[in-house]
């Protein structure tokens, strides 16, 4: 091999490396709803108003909001202040800081799924059942309403047995 080969060769390889990086780079996603749609979720599962997010390399997120703040879908979700969990194409996992609203009950939302290839279809894992729902319900991000009073959102977190008790202290003792 001669050197002008050898140097032809190795000038290649480093246009190669760089114009790979470049490409990687010019790729960051630059909203958390960039991020939702590049791994097959919808871009409305996150409300408006997030101040900021992070996203490791092993998926694990984080987001930001101001405010912990409701939003109303075909039954209303609440978000706190962070949310946090692992996501991955059409799921996330082990989230943290969503709860949804069943008849009176808030229960945690602990993860969230797409079916792929898409069937419309989105299901929420709040523990103890899995909801269903329109996937089209999530195409948009909702406003997000300011949650009203902190023990209204700390009872978010309870169950209905907790809850009553709560409704009893904050009513002076007397629950019709």
């Not at 092993?58 to 609440?78: I, M, N, P, T, W």
């Not at 799921?91 to 709860?99: E, H």
């Not at 999530?138 to 700390?154: K, L, N, Q, W, Y």
């Amino acid at each position: 091999m001669t050197p002008t080969n050898s140097i032809t060769r190795w000038l290649f390889i480093a246009i190669a490396v760089i114009s790979t990086f470049a490409t990687v780079s010019s790729l960051q996603l630059n909203s958390i709803y960039d991020v939702l749609d590049s791994k097959g979720l919808p871009k409305g599962l996150f409300p408006k108003g997030v101040t900021n997010f992070t996203v490791g390399e092993d998926g694990r997120f984080e987001v930001y909001l101001d405010q912990a703040c409701d939003a109303k879908f075909e039954s209303e979700l609440h978000y706190e202040k962070n949310v946090a969990g692992w996501i991955s194409f059409g799921q996330i996992g082990n989230l943290t800081g969503m709860s949804a609203q069943d008849l009176f009950l808030w229960f945690p939302v602990k993860g969230i799924r797409v079916d792929v290839p898409s069937s419309g279809v989105i299901y929420f894992d709040v523990g103890v059942v899995r909801k269903q729902f329109s996937l089209s319900l999530f195409e948009t991000p909702r406003e997000c309403v300011a949650a009203s009073h902190p023990a209204d959102i700390f009872s978010k977190k309870l169950s209905g047995v907790l809850r009553y008790g709560l409704d009893w202290w904050k009513s002076g003792g007397m629950v019709v």
